[in-house]
T-cell receptor
Framework: AQSVAQPEDQVNVAEGNPLTVKCTYS??????LFWYVQYPNRGLQFLLK??????LVKGSYGFEAEFNKSQTSFHLKKPSALVSDSALYFC?????????????FGTGTRLQVTL | NAGVTQTPKFQVLKTGQSMTLQCAQD?????MYWYRQDPGMGLRLIYY?????TTDKGEVPNGYNVSRLNKREFSLRLESAAPSQTSVYFC????WGQGYSPLHFGNGTRLTVT
């Protein structure tokens, strides 16, 4: 069975510092990987995805993620955090050969950026 | 652009009552989904509809039914609500057949069953 692990419930970062939100996955075959962000009282918003090709994926709002096949990881990064980045972040995975209904979400990591 | 619209935003039910959560999308997407979000558990798929006229069970379908009314609308029905169904419910849509197509979510319905 496929799974996603987000090992940190919360990540605290000072504004202007780099941030990393960790994600590891388990799936049969090659993965499609996604990051979503959720602001308070809102639905999830798509940030970025990895399909194939370049291991460094760039997404919305200056976020990027690095795919590492040997470590089965897909960590979300940003060079300089903003207070407005404070939100709940979800990693998700589905198998390359599956359908969109086979998407599995992690439990989420709360990012808190302070001045 | 409305995207995915869910109604109602909030609902309180007593155990045994029924209700229908409504969802509509204006992006001409083929596929629609219902998820529930519970603390510490991420999002879990309840039901999905790959295309108009089809529906299938997801990970946690017990206690729910769905109707794909047309291409735009996908409703979720709780026939006899239970406290375990207290949750935040999200509707989403996407293109089908393109597994890398991201989901577009509504803003959720917060349901409390007492």
């Amino acid at each position: 069975a496929q799974s996603v692990a987000q090992p940190e419930d919360q990540v605290n970062v000072a504004e202007g510092n780099p941030l990393t939100v960790k994600c590891t996955y388990s799936v049969s075959g090659n993965p499609y990987l996604f990051w979503y962000v959720q602001y308070p009282n809102r639905g999830l918003q798509f940030l970025l995805k990895y399909i194939t090709g370049d291991n460094l994926v760039k997404g919305s709002y200056g976020f990027e993620a690095e795919f590492n096949k040997s470590q089965t990881s897909f960590h979300l990064k940003k060079p300089s955090a903003l207070v407005s980045d404070s939100a709940l972040y979800f990693c998700a995975v589905r198998p390359f050969t599956g359908t969109a209904s086979k998407l599995t979400f992690g439990t989420g990591t709360r990012l808190q950026v302070t001045l | 652009n409305a995207g995915v619209t869910q109604t109602p935003k909030f609902q309180v039910l007593k155990t045994g009552q029924s209700m229908t959560l409504q969802c509509a999308q204006d992006m001409n997407h083929n596929s629609m989904y219902w998820y529930r979000q519970d603390p510490g558990m991420g999002l879990r798929l309840i039901y999905y509809s790959a295309s108009e006229g089809t529906t299938d069970k997801g990970e946690v379908p017990n206690g729910y039914n769905v109707s794909r009314l047309n291409k735009r609308e996908f409703s979720l029905r709780l026939e006899s609500a239970a406290p375990s169904q207290t949750s935040v419910y999200f509707c989403a849509s996407s293109e089908w057949g393109q597994g890398y197509s991201p989901l577009h979510f509504g803003n959720g319905t917060r349901l409390t069953v007492t």
